[in-house]
């Protein structure tokens, strides 16, 4: 089992950025699939971006795709969600989770264990 703790979320002005941080318990960490997701008021869960357990490679949701890095550090046990040029259209409550199957995936009911979210709020 692992748990989860997101931090790094904040107000910021549209086309600032910011740095998310999720920091996994336990000495398995490698072993999991990361990935990051967001959920706005009155939507639904989406995704934003997932990483591979080496971190070799990353996919990204297309709404994210060139202003997102997703990156893991396994040895701090550390997933990170560095976003910039943020759009008002970003706000939401950003989840990290980890994945311990196989493949990356897109698809939020495929992982397996989520933190408790961390509010991201970007201001026109």
């Known amino acids: 089992q692992v748990q989860l703790v997101e931090s790094g979320g904040g107000l910021v002005q549209a086309g600032g950025s910011l740095r998310l941080s999720c920091a996994a318990s336990?000495?398995?960490?490698?072993?999991?699939?990361m990935g990051w997701f967001r959920q706005a008021p009155g939507k639904e869960r989406e995704f934003v971006a997932v990483?591979?357990?080496?971190?070799?490679?990353?996919l990204y949701a297309e709404s994210v795709k060139g202003r997102f890095t997703i990156s893991r550090d396994n040895a701090k046990n550390t997933v990170y969600l560095q976003m910039n040029s943020l759009k008002p259209e970003d706000t939401a409550v950003y989840y990290c989770?980890?994945?311990?199957?196989?493949?990356?995936?897109?698809?939020?009911?495929?992982?397996?264990?989520w933190g408790q979210g961390t509010q991201v709020t970007v201001s026109s």
């Open positions: 989770a980890a994945d311990a199957g196989r493949g990356l995936s897109t698809t939020p009911n495929r992982f397996d264990y």
């Open positions: 336990g000495r398995t960490f490698s072993s999991y699939i």
């Open positions: 990483i591979s357990r080496t971190g070799g490679v990353t």
